[in-house]
C-alpha cells in the first residue's frame, strides 16, 4: 500500500495483513492521512473554536471542510490555529524531500 492511508478506510477495518503491517508503519512514523475535518475533531476542536481562531464564521469552516482544493496559505491558517505545523514532503521511494518554499514566501509576506 503506497502512500497515505485515508481514516475512513481506517475506521472500516477493510484491511489485508499486508496492509495492516504499513497501517503500523504509517502509525508509527505519525503519517496516517485523514481529511481536515476529522484532523479538527482528532485534535477536539469545534468548528466554533476553529472559526474563532481563524478570525472567521462557522459556516465558512465548514465550507472549508468541504472544499476538495485548498489554497496552501489558507490551510496551514488552519493547521496553525489548531496547534500545529503544515509541512509539505515530496515521497519518493528512496527519499523523502522537504518543501519549504512556501515556508519561505509566508515569511517574506509577514
Aim: hydrophobic share 40%.
Amino acid at each position: 500500500m503506497a502512500g497515505h492511508t485515508p481514516w475512513r478506510q481506517v475506521r472500516a477495518g477493510r484491511f489485508t495483513p499486508e496492509q495492516i503491517e504499513e497501517l503500523d508503519r504509517q502509525v508509527e512514523a505519525g503519517i496516517l492521512a485523514m481529511e481536515l475535518h476529522e484532523l479538527r475533531r482528532a485534535r477536539d476542536i469545534s468548528q466554533e473554536q476553529l472559526a474563532e481562531r481563524l478570525g472567521t464564521r462557522q459556516p465558512n469552516v465548514s465550507k472549508l471542510e468541504r472544499r476538495k482544493d485548498v489554497r496552501l496559505s489558507t490551510l496551514r491558517a488552519a493547521i496553525e490555529a489548531m496547534g500545529g505545523e503544515l509541512r509539505i514532503i515530496a515521497h519518493f521511494p528512496d527519499a523523502d524531500y522537504e518543501i519549504d518554499q512556501f515556508e519561505r514566501a509566508a515569511e517574506a509576506a509577514d
